[in-house]
């Protein structure tokens, strides 16, 4: 069994910073990308971030790019993702994912492992 744990999200003020961070554990785990999604209440939830370990490349939602940096260990199989000048429209429950296979689309179904989740709210 793989467990992601994440850690990080809080209450911060509109304009402010967060680092999040996400942690791989559990049996031999190689993961092809991991990532960031989020969920507003009442929303989809929705891509936010990824890395590709084959390759090193980031990706980013349109939405955030430019406020965001994903990074990672792949060794740790460990993701962060530092998020600037925040806003309350980013407010949502921010989730770590992992796909053990290629992912294509970074569509949330091609990713087979989830964290439980840590909740960003920025106040305005």
């Known amino acids: 069994q793989v467990q992601l744990v994440e850690s990080g999200g809080g209450l911060v003020q509109a304009g402010g910073s967060l680092r999040l961070s996400c942690a791989a554990s559990?049996?031999?785990?190689?993961?092809?990308?991991m990532g960031w999604f989020r969920q507003a209440p009442g929303k989809e939830r929705e891509f936010v971030a990824a890395i590709s370990w084959s390759g090193g490349g980031t990706y980013y939602a349109d939405s955030m790019k430019g406020r965001i940096t994903i990074s990672g260990d792949n060794a740790k199989n460990t993701v962060y993702l530092q998020m600037n000048s925040l806003n309350a429209e980013d407010t949502a429950v921010y989730y770590c994912?992992?796909?053990?296979?290629?992912?294509?689309?970074?569509?949330?179904?091609?990713?087979?492992?989830w964290g439980q989740g840590t909740q960003v709210t920025v106040s305005s």
């Open positions: 559990g049996r031999t785990f190689s993961s092809y990308a």
């Open positions: 994912a992992a796909s053990g296979t290629v992912v294509l689309y970074w569509a949330k179904n091609e990713f087979e492992y």
